[in-house]
T-cell receptor, first 111, second 117 residues
Framework: KQEVTQIPAALSVPEGENLVLNCSFT??????LQWFRQDPGKGLTSLLL?????REQTSGRLNASLDKSSGRSTLYIAASQPGDSATYLC??????????FGKGTRLHILP | KAGVTQTPRYLIKTRGQQVTLSCSPI?????VSWYQQTPGQGLQFLFE???????NKGNFPGRFSGRQFSNSRSEMNVSTLELGDSALYLC????????????????FGAGTRLSVL
C-alpha cells in the first residue's frame, strides 16, 4: 500500500533563504509525482509535475527532483519570499491510477 | 478562462441527511476528480469521472457517490451523513484525467466546506 510522508510538518524560514521540502513514498512503481501549494481556505494549485521517467522539473524559483529508487522527491525554493508561505503537498500517482497525497508541510516565511 | 467552480462554498447539515455538491470544470476539461480533506486524514481521493463515466475510485463507502453530465459538470452526493463526513471537499478538473500524462495537471476549485452537526 502506497504511503506518502512529508517531513517536517511545519517549517519557518527567514525571507531570502533557500529551502528544501521533502517527500518520501514507499512504492517506487509510480506514474508521476506532483507538488501543490494550498493557501488557507483555498483549493490546491499545481506547481510542478514530474513523470516517472524524469529526474527533475523547474519553474521559476522552484525545482522539484525525483529519485524513484530511493522513494524520494524534494521541492527546492530559491530566494524565499513571504508570498511563498502556504502548505505544500506532494502527491504520487500509482500505476493503478490511484493518487495518494502526503499531509503537507506548512511553510512560513518570516519577513 | 474561468477556473473550476464549486458550489456551494459552505454547507451545514445534520446527521442522517444527504447532501449534493456541484463542480463545474474548466471549459474543455473532460475529467473531474473529487477529494476529501480533513485535518486528521489529510487529502484523500474519492473518485474520478471522465466523459460521464467513473474511471477510478478511492476507498470510501458507498454512501459517497457521484456523476458527471454531458457538459462535464459533476455532482457528488453523500447520503446518511455522519459527523466524520465534516470536511473540505475539493474537486479538480484536467484535460486528460489522472493518468493522462503531462496533460493530467489538475486545476482545483476552492472547495465546499461541509459541517455535519
Amino acid at each position: 500500500k502506497q504511503e506518502v510522508t512529508q517531513i517536517p510538518a511545519a517549517l519557518s524560514v527567514p525571507e531570502g533563504e533557500n529551502l528544501v521540502l521533502n517527500c518520501s513514498f514507499t512504492d517506487s512503481a509510480i506514474y508521476n509525482l506532483q507538488w501543490f501549494r494550498q493557501d488557507p481556505g483555498k483549493g490546491l494549485t499545481s506547481l510542478l509535475l514530474i513523470q516517472s521517467s524524469q529526474r527533475e522539473q523547474t519553474s521559476g524559483r522552484l525545482n522539484a527532483s525525483l529519485d524513484k529508487s530511493s522513494g524520494r522527491s524534494t521541492l527546492y525554493i530559491a530566494a524565499s519570499q513571504p508570498g511563498d508561505s502556504a502548505t505544500y503537498l506532494c502527491a504520487v500517482m500509482n500505476r493503478d491510477d490511484k493518487i495518494i497525497f502526503g499531509k503537507g508541510t506548512r511553510l512560513h516565511i518570516l519577513p | 478562462k474561468a477556473g473550476v467552480t464549486q458550489t456551494p462554498r459552505y454547507l451545514i447539515k445534520t446527521r442522517g441527511q444527504q447532501v449534493t455538491l456541484s463542480c463545474s470544470p474548466i471549459s474543455g476539461h473532460r475529467s473531474v476528480s473529487w477529494y476529501q480533506q480533513t485535518p486528521g486524514q489529510g487529502l484523500q481521493f474519492l473518485f474520478e469521472y471522465f466523459s460521464e463515466t467513473q474511471r477510478n475510485k478511492g476507498n470510501f463507502p458507498g454512501r459517497f457517490s457521484g456523476r458527471q453530465f454531458s457538459n462535464s459538470r459533476s455532482e457528488m452526493n453523500v447520503s446518511t451523513l455522519e459527523l466524520g463526513d465534516s470536511a473540505l471537499y475539493l474537486c479538480a478538473s484536467s484535460l486528460a484525467g489522472l493518468a493522462g500524462g503531462p496533460k493530467n495537471i489538475q486545476y482545483f476549485g476552492a472547495g465546499t466546506r461541509l459541517s455535519v452537526l
